[in-house]
Every structure is written in C-alpha cells, then in structure tokens.
C-alpha cells in the first residue's frame, strides 16, 4: 500500500533532549516536506527537499534539523526541544504536478 | 505563490452538493490551483488541482473561471464525513515552486443529517 509512515505516533520528552521523528515514504517521490500544526496558527511548512541531498527552509525552521541521505527517508531533528515546538507534526511526500500525500501525524509534547 | 481568500465557514445537507469557492485574484499564468482537506486532526488529504480547464475525478470536481481569479471545489453528493476543513492552495508546478505549499486557514465544511 503506497504511504506516508511517521514515528512515533505519539512521544512526550523533556525539555533538551534531542529527538528523532521519522518518515518514511514507499512511493519512489522526489519530494519530501516536513509541517507542523498549532491551533489558530494552521499548517506551516517546516522544511522541505526536491531529492536526495536537497533540501529548503519553509515557513518555521527555527530549531528544527532534516536530512535525506535517501530518496524514501526525511527525518526531522530536534536537537534541544523546547515546550514551544510541542505541535502535531506531519510529514507529506510527492512527485512534481501531484497532489501530496500526508501521513498520520506526530504529536509531540515538550515539557 | 498567489494568496488565496476562503469563506471561514460553510453548511450544507447531506446528500446534496457543496460549493466551495476560493479567490486567487493574484494567480499567475504557471500556477495551479489544488484543494486538500483535512479531517480533525488526521492528516491532509488531496483532493484535485487543475490549471484552467475543469477538472473532476472520483472525489470532486473543480470549476476554474476563465479569467483564472476564482474556482469552485464541488462535491456531488457531500455525506457526513466530508465534514472538514478545506484548503486551497496555489502554487507552480516545477522547481522549488513545487516544495513550498502554505496552506492558509481553510473553510469549515459541516454536513448536516
């Protein structure tokens, strides 16, 4: 089944403690993008990349990482969270002239 | 990438067509239009997207006016879980013009019984 797979689902840290949440894509895209979700605020890109080793700041990139070593992995970074970045998270992938698919989400809370 | 004006909110019955419109006066000749919508908090779902010609596949149908200022987002038939916010987004089609997607603050669809 062609998808979006994010983990963890769900994850509550500390403040500072580096984390890691992953995405991964089945679909062969070129394009990969990281958002976050914050009530009254919407959906704002994080970062985003066209193809492997290429990547672009979006609209909040403050304090967040990615990386894509491989065309099917875009991992996002927090290298010291913070309570401010606690948001539900979404990965979404696609190709040039389609529509993008998004995963499940991450919520994330920083306490 | 063109800026995009949707009502906050919309009704409709169910099992009758919902109307969606957005105004993207500022719309350049090489960018699309696409609408996505999310449901609650699951993550956004493509819908359509077209360029000037109308477009309609098995979720919807898209109506672009022909000074391309404007479009509708149709659903047929809307049921109970079309409720969700629709977005409509304009951007290009190649390039870093492709990876950039804002997404504004979309309309509220309720279907009511």
């Known amino acids: 089944e062609a998808q979006v797979t994010q983990n963890p689902r769900y994850l509550i840290t500390v403040t500072g403690k580096k984390l890691t949440v992953t995405c991964s894509q089945n679909m062969n895209h070129e394009y990969m993008s990281w958002y976050r979700q914050d009530p009254g605020l919407g959906l704002r890109q994080i970062y985003y990349s066209m193809n492997v080793e290429v990547t672009d700041k979006g609209d909040v990139p403050e304090g967040y990482k990615v990386s894509r070593k491989e065309k099917r992995n875009f991992p996002l970074i927090l290298e010291s969270p913070s309570p401010n970045q606690t948001s539900l998270y979404f990965c979404a992938s696609g190709l040039a002239g389609y529509g993008y698919t998004f995963g499940s989400g991450t919520r994330l809370t920083v306490v | 990438d063109a800026k995009t004006t949707q009502p906050p909110s919309m009704d409709c019955a169910e099992g009758r067509a919902a109307n969606l419109p957005c105004n993207h006066s500022?719309?350049?000749?090489?960018?699309?239009v696409y609408w996505y919508r999310q449901i609650h908090s699951q993550g956004p779902q493509y819908i359509i997207h077209?360029?000037?010609n109308n477009e309609t596949n098995e979720m919807a149908s898209l109506i672009i006016t022909e000074d391309r200022k404007s479009s509708t987002l149709i659903l047929p038939h809307a049921t109970l879980r079309d409720t969700a916010v629709y977005y409509c987004?304009?951007?290009?089609?190649?390039?870093?013009?492709?990876?950039?997607?804002?997404f504004g603050q979309g309309t509220i669809l309720t279907v009511h019984p």
């Open positions: 500022t719309i350049s000749g090489n960018e699309y």
């Open positions: 077209g360029l000037k």
């Open positions: 987004i304009v951007r290009g089609s190649g390039g870093t013009s492709y990876g950039k997607l804002t």
